[in-house]
């Protein structure tokens, strides 16, 4: 559940802030970080 709404929440900050692609890009490796730490 936790790493859905994870997705989530950077799928919305991406649509939010469509012009901010730089900072897309280190929130992507943050999100990729977390998800490898939830998964089993």
């Not at 950077?10 to 998964?39: D, Y």
Request: proline share 8%; no cysteine.
């Amino acid at each position: 559940m936790d790493r859905l709404t994870h997705s989530d929440r950077g799928k919305q900050h991406r649509q939010e802030n469509p012009n901010k692609a730089s900072a897309s890009v280190p929130h992507r490796t943050s999100l990729r970080i977390s998800h490898a730490i939830g998964q089993p």
